[in-house]
Nanobody, 124 residues
Framework: QGHLVESGGGSVQAGGSLRLSCAASQYTYGSYCMGWFRQAPGKEREGVAA???????TYADSVKGRFTISKDNAKNTLYLEMNSLKPEDTGMYYC??????????????????WGQGTQVTVSA
């Protein structure tokens, strides 16, 4: 049922861009909310951007104006467009989906579907 597969990570220099993709099963794509999280070495996982089933979005303050989350309903795919990347954006990026949404946006609770993650490395 729950199936999420991320792609698009890589290594870029500061100021560069990447687009992450998260291909979802039809079941998972119909979740109330989907989002992107990241985890840097030695740090806790944090929410980066999220989108509800109506297309409303929210972003962490650290990425506002640089990242854009979007969905392609025809492809059951979630995207994260990342521009003006900074070294502090480095980390493993995960997509997630759930029917329970923190603040109405970020997947939360005991029944969150997670992808396997894709690494983003930004060098100075």
């Amino acid at each position: 049922q729950g199936h999420l597969v991320e792609s698009g990570g890589g290594s870029v220099q500061a100021g560069g861009s990447l687009r992450l993709s998260c291909a979802a099963s039809q079941y998972t794509y119909g979740s109330y909310c989907m989002g992107w999280f990241r985890q840097a070495p030695g740090k806790e996982r944090e929410g980066v951007a999220a989108i509800d089933r109506y297309g409303d979005t929210t972003y962490a303050d650290s990425v506002k104006g640089r990242f854009t989350i979007s969905k392609d309903n025809a492809k059951n795919t979630l995207y994260l467009e990342m521009n003006s990347l900074k070294p502090e954006d480095t980390g493993m990026y995960y997509c997630a989906a759930a029917d329970l949404c923190r603040g109405g946006y970020y997947p939360t609770g005991n029944n969150v579907y997670w992808g396997q993650g894709t690494q983003v490395t930004v060098s100075a």
